[in-house]
Structure formats: C-alpha cells, structure tokens
C-alpha cells in the first residue's frame, strides 16, 4: 500500500486550471465542444447544401435559394463535423468548452435569405430576461448531483466519470455525486427519454427536496440529438422537467460539463450564444 | 475455399453457395432450418440470430455461425411462412436469448423454447413489436409500468435486494434484482431494456450517412468499433476497396480506443477495491489517450472520423511522430501499473475465485472479447478474420486464468500490452498517403460486416436498396452476447459486496444491449 502512495505523491498535480484559467485550459482536450454559425460566410447555396449533409435537426432549412432560412440549433449538434470541414467560412468548431446556457433558446439561431440572396440573423422576438433564479444562489458553495441516464450510449457517463479523474477532479469545487435522490441539489440527465427511463426519471425528481436544478447533458438530453423520431424517445427532457442549464456535446467533454454545473449555480456566466460573436465577460 | 467451413457443410449434409471469397450461404426450408443450425452450431459458434421483414413472407431469419481456422463466415437462412419457428435453444442455448429478442421485436414465436419472455420490453402487452409495427403502432406503444417482481427464490430469511435502474454513481441504467440469505447472492435477476432506443428500427430508410452516424451512437466506449463494423458491411455489399492508409488508420484508431476503455475497465477494478490512487492513475491515462484522439480526429470517442470508402481525416505524419511518442510513455506508464496492482494482495485476493465462469458454461453461451478469453473462448476476430490492417500486424491473443475476475484483469492487461505493439508496428510501417477519393456506386447489396471493440467480435448485418438506403441494419455488438451469462456467473458462490468488482470486471455496457 505504501507504494501507491509513494506513487501518487510522486506523478504530482495534473488537475486543469479550469475554469479560473479558462483560456488557457481551453485547448486541452483536443475536441470542440460545439459549432457555431458564423453568418457573414454563409450564402444561401452554403445553407441548403450543409443541411444536407448533418445528420441531425441540428442544421434545417426551408424554402429555397431565392428566399428560404436556416435553422441553427446547437442543442442537437452531434459535433459530426461534417459542416465545419465541408464549409469552413461558414461553420466553425468551437474549442472553448465554455458552452453551456441557461435558455433553450440560446442555443438556436434563425437566418433568413432574400430574392436577391441577401442573408441576415433574424432577431430572437425577446431577450430571455436573465436567469437570475434565487434557488442557484442557493447552492453556490456546494452542490450534491444526482445523475440519471435516461437513455444514452455510455458516451455522457464516460465523460462524467472522468470528472473524478485528476485532470478535472470536481470535488474540489465543491460539487460531488449523490447515490441518493433525498440528498441531491441537482438532476443531471443525459440521454433521450425512454419510455422505459421515464418513469424512473419522474420518480427521481419527485423524490428529490426543493428547492433543485434540473441540467440536460448532451445532445440527447437536450434534443433527443441523433434519436430524433424513435419510437421510443419521450424527449426531449425539457418537455418534462423544468431545465435549468443545457449543455451542448455529443457528448460534452469533461471541462464542458464542469462549466454546465457551475453556470446552473451561478458561479459561471454564459459565454456562447448561437450565431453570434464570443460574448465578452467571464 | 476448401477450409474448416466446407468440411463442416459436408459433414452436415448441405451445399454452401459462396456469394464472397469468406461468405458463404445455406438457404434452408423450414423443416430443415432448426436441425441443420443446431448440428451446424454443435461443431462451429453460433455468433447472431436475427429475423428480417420480408415483403412475401412473414420474415426471413438468419443464423451467423464461424468455425474456427476458417477466415468465412456461414449465414444460413429460411423464409417463414408462418409467424412462428421450431426455436434453437433446446440444442443451443446461445441461441436462446437471440430468439427472445425474435420474438418480443418482431413477434415471432420461437416454438419449444423455455423461458420465451421479453428481454427489453419489460411488462408491455404482447402485441407489441417494435420492428413489426406499423405507423401510428410504434409511436403509440404503452409507457412501461413498473409491476413488482416476484422472487424467484423463497425460503426462510431469504430477502431481496433491488439495486438500479438509477444506480449509485454516474453508472448506465440498468435494473438488478439480488435475492440473498445476508451476505451470499443467492441469485441475481437481470432486468435490462431501460435505454432500448430503436436503433435499427429508427435507420430503416436511412441513408448510408446517417446509418453510419447512427452506428457510432450505438455505444459510447465501443463507438469507433461499432462505426467499423457498419462500415465494413456497407463497402462489402456495394464491393469497395479502401486505401491501405485508411486501413492502417481504421486499424489504429480501433487500438487507440481499445487502450482507452480498457484503461478505464482496469481503473474500475482498482476503485472497486478501494485502490483510489490505482483508480486515480488509470484516470490519467484514460483522459491523455481521449485527448490524444481528439486532437488526432477532432473527436475525443473517434465519431465522424469513417466514410463509407475511407475515413473523413487521417492523422498526418507530425501526428504520427507524436503518437510514437505518447504511445511509449503510455506503454511504460502502463507496464508498471500493471505490476504493482499485480503485487497489492487486496486487489488480487478481492478478484481471486471471484464470479467465475466456468469454461463449459463460456462455450455454451459461445461468449466472445476478454470475457470468452478468460474462460478459454480462444477467439478473436482481429486473427480470425482479418479486417482493416490487421493482417500486416503481428500480435498474439492472449488466454490466461480459469474464468474468475482475475483472470479478466490479466486479459485486459495483456491485451493493452499487443494494443501497444499493434499500434507501434502499424505507425513503424504506414503506407504512403494516397487520397483519392472512392466512388461509392449505388445499387442494392448486403453483406456482413465485423470488428473486435474493446469488449469483444462486434457483427452488424447491413441490407441496402438500389438507392443505397438502408433495408435492414442488424447490429449484435460484444454485450448482446456476454449478458447473457453475467447472471449466472453472480449467483455462483459470490457475496455482495463482491457485486462491484463483478461488474467492473465483466465491463458490460446496458447500451450496447438496449440499443
């Protein structure tokens, strides 16, 4: 036994500096963790021809080279890649693991193009108000996290066991796993809903005290991402739990959801919004 | 031609129609069906069991069976007329499961089998099938309702112990259902079927793309493995050949997620018995080999990476230099690892004589990965049937142990020990790039495709259009496969608190089942 501690003493610290170094954490793990629309390289022919190509409801388009939209929608962005190597000057990754939002609609962006294929941002209708909830400020020291998969691959758990990893290690952030629901702040969910998980799901929540957070993980959870239209999918969660933080990825990585955690709580702010420039502040 | 496969056909009294140099196929009546699988399955492994909709039978089903020393799989097929068939599982009980997913999927009935009852549907009535259903039936089916379980075991102090579908940790769903007299498992019932997504229902219709996207989303540690498996059957029924750069590539990635999710495998044994630092160490080398591919693909699990006809990146020759690299650092890192855990008694002692699953019991299941091996299932398709560049690489497949959760442990370990072999002589001698795009042609085909993921021999069965949409995608990935004796191999002489290194040991994924 001596000699695992000789030996864990001896590798030294790895863990990130993340999220109090942000930027320079941000390259670390190698992988986007999501797309972003930049319009100004975007023609009509571009859109048309790059909702082809993905996979998912993540790029839609209606109507045609004289006059049509794009729909951009993060939140069911798989992160295929197909886009942002195919169009470069239109869709680019995004390496900042900074990702996650409070609002569904941070994540979705509309383009519209006319007769004479001028292509402009549409305006979201209102400003979300700011997500200032009393009960996030209520957990900013610590935070208990109850996980239900609900339907996944096993690509989410991976990552969210790597959060105890010492690379990331959330612990000392204060915020830990919970086997029980009757001690839990927050509901992480990944996965589309099942309709064999639904139940279990429901009654998790149910069996958690208020005030809590509910935060989505992944593609999946957030938009049933690339099981979109399975006879099986009840999703996506926010039809059934009120979702306080959404956090983007097929699946997010480690950094991406450790700042989906701290956003739901308000220790982070939000960074990305769909079709727009990096908003500034940290 | 003239292998293993023909003489078993001639032994058994069939002539075999070879539609590819290592596919041969067996079109069986119905009367026949059943006696002629189960000699065929009595002297050669049994590796899937699957029903198709037809447009002018009820379903055609198809058996997948390999023998060893024979690069060419057997696929013997029989139209039913009826929807019902004489079942296997009396003869083979690897078939057993296999017909319960026939029959709860596509509603057909496997006559004679034992225990017929659903396996991911759960407490639904029976007129649901949801690779049968048409339209508005399938979007309609009824929410799953939880009824209470009845033991199976009763007896004076006797008590049942119901663990999941939520589990403690940031674990997969999955539903187990202990009956113990205090310490010991009596048994252990599984109940699986929470993350059951459709999969291969939801591709019909699709395009190859998206199949292919849909395939590296069956499972998350196995995604790469899966992807291949799908794009192997796609090149092999539209008659592709891929570059030898995108072979070495495909050979590559599938060994750099091999050392990722069996890093992460050993680091769970290691947490199981207490060994945090142990746990902590194989953290680090899991997230520096996901960091690594995604900073070789743009994806840390290799999604989006496999083309149909090659691959979308290939790692360039500065990458290459760094991976060399990384791959030694790693493999030292590794090794020593290896040998300490190998030298700490409360980690042998806790895996020693644990959940063991007894080699007859292996071979009755014809179980496949590190799990078969460590129970003396000497196979591997990676050898058996050489797929990418597996066949300009030298490695052996190790067999150790007697079947205990040691024994598994010795076999991931061993088996990180030819990964990183495999990937030195594959980066050693990696061909000269040529990127030339293939043309992928578009007319109607199926073939078999096939991959060893990191828990195991991964088939998918692909049938295309002339428009190259997908027909019929069957995907039978590792863990469709080892479940089904993970049951057993609790319940023999285990305690509960025994439970957590079973499970880490065996590595299952609920995912790769459900799909």
Not at chain 1, 132 to 148: D, G, K, M, N, Y
Not at chain 2, 291 to 307: F, K, P
Request: glycine fraction near 8%.
């Amino acid at each position: 036994m001596s000699r695992w501690i000789a030996k864990g003493l001896r590798s030294g610290v790895h863990t990130t500096r993340f999220p109090s170094a942000a930027a320079t954490a941000t390259a670390e793990e190698g992988a986007p963790s999501t797309v972003q629309v930049r319009w100004q390289g975007l023609t009509p022919a571009v859109a048309l021809a790059a909702s082809s190509l993905c996979p998912t409801a993540a790029l839609s388009t209606s109507g045609a080279e004289l006059a049509g939209e794009l729909r951009f929608d993060a939140g069911a962005c798989v992160l295929c890649g197909r886009c942002t190597r195919e169009f470069p000057s239109a869709f680019t990754a995004v390496s900042d693991p900074r990702v996650a939002v409070q609002s569904r609609d941070h994540l979705r962006a509309t383009f519209r193009w006319n007769e004479e294929k001028e292509l402009a941002p549409v305006a979201l209708q209102a400003e979300v108000a700011a997500l200032e909830r009393a009960t996030s400020q209520l957990f900013r020291h610590s935070l208990h996290i109850r996980h239900v998969d609900a339907g996944s691959c096993n690509g989410c758990e991976s990552e969210l066991q790597m959060l105890s990893s010492p690379y990331v290690d959330l612990h000392r952030l204060g915020l830990f796993f919970t086997p029980t629901p009757r001690h839990a702040d927050a509901l992480l969910v990944t996965g589309v809903v099942t309709t064999n998980m639904k139940e279990a799901l429901l009654d998790t929540y149910a069996a958690m005290p208020s005030p809590k957070l509910v935060i989505a993980a992944g593609a999946c959870a957030i938009s049933c991402g690339s099981f979109q239209g399975s006879p099986m999918s009840k999703g996506p969660l926010d039809q059934l739990l009120p979702v306080d933080a959404y956090i983007p990825g097929c699946p997010p990585t480690p950094q991406a959801l450790l700042h989906g955690l701290l956003l739901a709580v308000g220790r982070a702010r939000e960074r990305y919004r769909a079709g727009e420039e990096e908003l500034d502040g940290a | 031609m003239s292998g293993e496969l023909q003489r078993l056909a001639d032994a058994v009294g069939i002539q075999l129609e070879w539609r590819r140099q290592d596919e041969a196929y067996v079109r069986c009546s119905e009367n026949a069906f059943q006696k002629t699988t189960s000699r065929l399955a009595a002297r050669a492994t049994l590796s899937d069991l699957f029903a198709t909709n037809t447009p002018e039978s009820p379903a055609r089903l198809t058996a997948v069976l390999q023998a060893q020393g024979d690069p060419a799989w057997l696929l013997v097929t029989v139209e039913l007329a009826e929807m019902a068939f004489a079942s296997l599982t009396p003869d083979v009980h690897a078939a057993s499961w296999y017909e319960r997913e026939i029959l709860e999927m596509h509603g057909l009935e496997p006559l004679g089998h034992p225990a017929p009852g659903p396996l991911r549907l759960h407490d639904w009535p029976n007129e649901h099938h949801p690779m049968r259903d048409q339209g508005d039936a399938v979007a309609e089916l009824p929410q799953a309702r939880r009824q209470a379980r009845r033991p199976s075991v009763t007896g004076q102090g006797v008590f049942q112990l119901p663990l999941g579908p939520v589990r403690s940790g940031p674990q997969e769903s999955a539903e187990f259902l202990f009956s113990s007299g205090g310490e010991d498992i009596v048994e252990l019932d599984l109940r699986l079927g929470f993350k059951y997504r459709a999969l291969e229902r939801l591709a019909e219709g699709q395009t190859l793309a998206q199949a292919l996207h849909l395939s590296e989303r069956l499972a998350g540690t196995s995604a790469f493995a899966n992807g291949l498996a799908f794009t192997l059957a796609a090149e092999r029924a539209l008659g592709v050949n891929i570059s030898s750069a995108s072979g070495h590539a495909r050979s590559l990635l599938a060994e750099l997620e091999r050392l990722h999710s069996h890093f992460g495998t050993i680091g769970r044994l290691a947490d199981t018995t207490g060994l945090l630092v142990a746990a902590a160490q194989y953290g680090l080398l899991k997230e520096e080999v996901l960091r690594a591919c995604g900073r070789l693909t743009g994806h840390r699990y290799l999604r989006g990476v496999l083309r149909v006809g090659g691959m979308e990146v290939l790692p360039d020759a500065p990458a290459r230099v760094w991976l060399q690299s990384r791959l030694k650092e790693w493999g030292a890192r590794a090794e020593r690892l290896r040998r300490l855990l190998e030298q700490t008694a409360t980690f042998i002692d806790r895996l020693d004589t644990t959940a063991i699953l007894h080699p007859d019991y292996a071979l009755e299941h014809h179980l496949v990965g590190p799990v078969g091996r460590a129970s003396k299932i000497d196979r591997d398709v990676r050898r058996d049937h050489p797929y990418a560049a597996y066949q300009t690489v030298d490695f052996d497949v190790p067999m150790v142990g007697d079947g205990d959760a040691e024994a598994r442990f010795q076999i991931y370990a061993a088996e990180l020990t030819q990964s990183f072999s495999i990937l030195g002589q594959l980066l050693d001698n990696w061909p000269a790039a040529d990127d030339g795009r293939v043309v992928i042609p578009r007319h109607a085909g199926s073939s078999l495709g096939w991959a060893e993921s990191p828990g195991g021999e991964t088939l998918h069965w692909l049938e295309l259009d002339h428009d190259c949409r997908v027909v019929r995608w069957r995907a039978r990935p590792a863990s469709v496969v080892n479940w089904h004796p993970y049951a057993h191999a609790c319940g023999s002489g285990n305690n509960l608190t025994d439970y957590p290194v079973i499970e880490a040991s065996f590595s299952l994924s609920p995912a790769e089942f459900d799909r």
